[in-house]
């Protein structure tokens, strides 16, 4: 456990100090300043080449060859992140780590090292928070859901047999790899109402120390998604910024009740969720434009950088997190310089 990891702990747990949410809110505002976190997005999309495969392609296309899990979380600390969060199980329904609840995984890959494991230990190694994400849309282990591939996103279900299955496989990531700095839950809308309330309870009772994200997908974080993302301890805002109107708000009322919400804004730091050939990063002025919006707005940045087809962090997107943070600095030694005059 990293020692970033042990002072998140050290805060009391229940009895927030105002407010009807789970963790306190001195403790949330641990969590806000940490600031800079990296999303990483990898497995088997990578090597099919789309964000959203069938969940059909076997298990041994995912094949990465040059694997190298700590370069990730070294790059992801250079960079001056605090933290890390990585796509346990994405879409296509392959798992990074050997489950006992499928074969298709990284068991039966070409490439059987257990990414999370190694994920985990390199976060703790390096001082970052370790974060999982899991996703509810599974192509391959449908167990007679309709996932947002079958019908409009909207009308997408889940079986009782299919959240029975998340909750099994959630149990084991907390099991083997946590405590968590953060849980991320992508697409739960598909969960129901009351799949939503378990998974969310799940978490909170077996790693009462993680920060659980419920992903309320596209939008400023000016609204809770209650039919979608609740409930949650943060609020995703992906692929956006918080209005520039008051900076993003933190307090939401649902049911008559008062929640302190941290913000988080995921983007990718080119425009693909996982790696393509010819996704560049966007431009200096562009990414530090993002970074300042976000602090300046109170909101952390989750920034995505793909690992390509190889298990490395490309140049192009090292280099780029390196000119970021130079550029970060600058600002911050002009600022200092201001102040002090």
Same mark, same amino acid.
């Given at each position: 456990?990293?020692?970033?990891?042990?002072?998140?702990?050290? *805060?009391?747990?229940?009895?927030? !100090?105002?407010?009807? &949410?789970?963790?306190?809110?001195?403790? =949330?505002? #641990?969590? /806000?300043? %940490?600031?800079?976190?990296?999303?990483?997005?990898?497995?088997?999309?990578?090597?099919?080449?789309?964000?959203?495969?069938?969940?059909?392609?076997?298990?041994?296309?995912?094949?990465?060859?040059?694997?190298?899990?700590?370069?990730?979380?070294?790059?992801?600390?250079?960079?001056?992140?605090?933290?890390?969060?990585?796509?346990?199980?994405?879409?296509?329904?392959?798992?990074?780590?050997?489950?006992?609840?499928?074969?298709?995984?990284?068991?039966?890959?070409?490439?059987?090292?257990?990414?999370?494991?190694?994920?985990?230990?390199?976060?703790?190694?390096?001082?970052?928070?370790?974060?999982?994400?899991?996703?509810?849309?599974?192509?391959?282990?449908?167990?007679?859901?309709?996932?947002?591939? *079958?019908?409009?996103?909207?009308? !997408?279900?889940?079986? &009782?047999?299919?959240?029975?299955?998340? =909750?099994? #496989?959630? /149990?084991? %990531?907390?099991?083997?790899?946590?405590?968590?700095?953060?849980?991320?839950?992508?697409?739960?809308?598909?969960?129901?109402?009351?799949?939503?309330?378990?998974?969310?309870?799940?978490?909170?009772?077996?790693?009462?120390?993680?920060?659980?994200?419920?992903?309320?997908?596209?939008?400023?974080?000016?609204?809770?998604?209650?039919?979608?993302?609740?409930?949650?301890?943060?609020?995703?805002?992906?692929?956006?910024?918080?209005?520039?109107?008051?900076?993003?708000?933190?307090?939401?009322?649902?049911?008559?009740?008062?929640?302190?919400?941290?913000?988080?804004?995921?983007?990718?730091?080119?425009?693909?969720?996982?790696?393509?050939?010819?996704?560049?990063?966007?431009?200096?002025?562009?990414?530090?434009?993002?970074?300042?919006?976000?602090?300046?707005?109170?909101?952390?940045?989750?920034?995505?950088?793909?690992?390509?087809?190889?298990? %490395?962090?490309?140049?192009?997107?090292?280099?780029?997190?390196?000119?970021?943070?130079?550029?970060?600095?600058?600002?911050?030694?002009?600022?200092?310089?201001?102040?002090?005059?």
């Amino acid at each position: 456990m990293s020692c970033l990891h042990k002072k998140l702990m050290a *805060d009391a747990i229940h009895n927030p !100090a105002s407010g009807a &949410q789970r963790l306190s809110i001195d403790r =949330l505002r #641990q969590w /806000e300043q %940490l600031g800079y976190g990296m999303f990483i997005h990898f497995g088997m999309s990578t090597f099919v080449g789309r964000e959203l495969p069938s969940g059909n392609d076997p298990s041994t296309l995912y094949a990465p060859d040059k694997l190298e899990v700590d370069q990730w979380v070294q790059v992801a600390r250079q960079a001056g992140m605090k933290y890390a969060v990585l796509t346990a199980k994405h879409v296509a329904g392959h798992c990074l780590w050997p489950s006992a609840l499928t074969e298709y995984d990284v068991d039966t890959s070409s490439n059987k090292t257990d990414v999370v494991g190694a994920f985990v230990s390199a976060c703790q190694k390096h001082g970052l928070g370790a974060g999982l994400y899991y996703c509810s849309w599974d192509n391959h282990h449908r167990f007679g859901s309709k996932t947002p591939s *079958d019908t409009p996103f909207g009308q !997408a279900t889940t079986t &009782q047999q299919y959240r029975d299955f998340q =909750l099994a #496989q959630v /149990e084991e %990531l907390l099991h083997h790899y946590g405590p968590l700095l953060e849980v991320w839950i992508d697409i739960p809308g598909v969960l129901g109402a009351e799949g939503r309330k378990k998974q969310y309870d799940q978490i909170a009772g077996l790693s009462p120390e993680s920060f659980i994200m419920l992903n309320s997908g596209f939008g400023d974080g000016s609204q809770i998604k209650k039919d979608h993302a609740w409930p949650s301890d943060l609020m995703a805002i992906e692929r956006w910024l918080p209005s520039s109107n008051r900076g993003y708000q933190p307090w939401h009322n649902v049911e008559g009740k008062d929640y302190y919400l941290p913000g988080e804004v995921c983007d990718p730091i080119g425009h693909e969720w996982f790696y393509v050939d010819d996704d560049e990063p966007r431009g200096d002025e562009e990414l530090l434009g993002m970074a300042l919006i976000c602090r300046a707005r109170r909101v952390n940045l989750l920034l995505d950088v793909p690992p390509d087809k190889h298990g %490395l962090i490309p140049k192009r997107s090292v280099d780029a997190l390196a000119r970021l943070r130079k550029n970060l600095d600058r600002v911050r030694d002009f600022s200092k310089a201001g102040a002090a005059s």
